[in-house]
């Protein structure tokens, strides 16, 4: 039978042909990756290297087969995938989401629901979101716009807006009104790692702005002792306000999102405790 970790091996040395570098990434020894290839050799049938003294290289069959045996992998991944989301239907609730907000405004709501379950949750791009959801990876996700799909169907959630938060000393602290992006292009700001779709958002509207991404556990520690302006949204506003910054809303149309909660057709009734308190 065909070690998947030697195949794992193979993928590694095929991006190179180089024992010494892909040794070194996978972090075994020059010796080791050799008995591992001629393994994979042996068990495939047929030979797929040019053996030298010193060197392994390629044949014409080994470079063909170079993609089957990434296709095995990727197979032996989503069958993995498969199978935690199975095991997780029965303990867990997984909820993919484009962005944080979601499970800041409702997950004392998810947790009420959802007593006996562990709540899972992913920040991930739309595409990889849609996916999961098809294949039962996901229970639920939410996504910043309406979705159209025969399988699938979607429910208003919230609008979220984003604010600049800022000292009580900074010079925009005593507007009220609100400031656009052209405005505040050009100064630094501190932001979760973890910003989903805003991310995008931030970077396309402040493109002269330096960006410091910082870790969830860390954030408001730094700002605490920091006047480098952040980011807050109308559903995080409280916890900066405690924290002694100002929070003035951004005006423009890209800095308001509104969030829809999209599920399968087929699992409404499982989800109608949900729908019904959302």
């Known amino acids: 039978m065909i070690n998947i970790d030697f195949l794992c091996y193979f993928i590694e040395y095929a991006k190179t042909e180089s024992l010494t570098k892909a ?13 591992a290839m001629q393994k994979v050799e042996e068990d495939i049938g047929v030979p797929i290297f040019e053996h030298s003294k010193n060197k392994l290289t390629l044949n014409p069959t080994g470079h063909e087969l170079v993609k089957s045996v990434q296709d095995v992998l990727d197979s032996i991944d989503k069958m993995k995938e498969k199978a935690t989301a ?13 962005a944080l907000g979601p499970m800041i405004k409702y997950g004392n709501l998810f947790y009420s629901i959802y007593p006996e379950k562990t709540i899972v949750s ?11 959801l098809n294949q039962d990876i996901y229970d639920f996700i939410f996504l910043s716009h309406k979705i159209e799909d025969e399988n699938l169907t979607y429910k208003f959630a919230f609008k979220e807006e984003l604010y600049i938060s800022i000292p009580k000393s900074h010079f925009l602290a005593n507007i009220k009104t609100g400031v656009h992006f052209s405005e505040i292009d050009g100064q630094s700001f501190l932001v979760s790692n973890n910003l989903g779709m805003w991310a995008k958002i931030v970077a ?22 920091s006047t480098i302006p952040n980011f807050s949204t109308n559903i995080t506003l409280s916890s900066y306000e405690k924290l002694g910054r100002v929070n003035i809303p951004i005006l423009d149309d890209d800095a308001k999102v509104e969030f829809y909660l999209v599920y399968k057709k087929s699992h409404q009734n499982k989800l109608l405790p949900l729908l019904k308190n959302l």
Do not use: C
């Open 204 to 225: 396309d509207n402040l493109p002269n702005s330096k960006i410091f991404p910082q870790s969830m556990e860390n954030l408001n520690e730094i700002i605490n002792s």
């Open 122 to 132: 992913k920040i991930e791009q739309e595409d990889v979101l849609i996916e999961k």
């Open 86 to 98: 199975l095991y997780n239907k029965t303990t867990n609730i997984s909820i993919g989401s484009v």
């Open 23 to 35: 040794s070194k990434s996978l972090h075994i020894s020059q010796s080791a990756l050799t008995r």
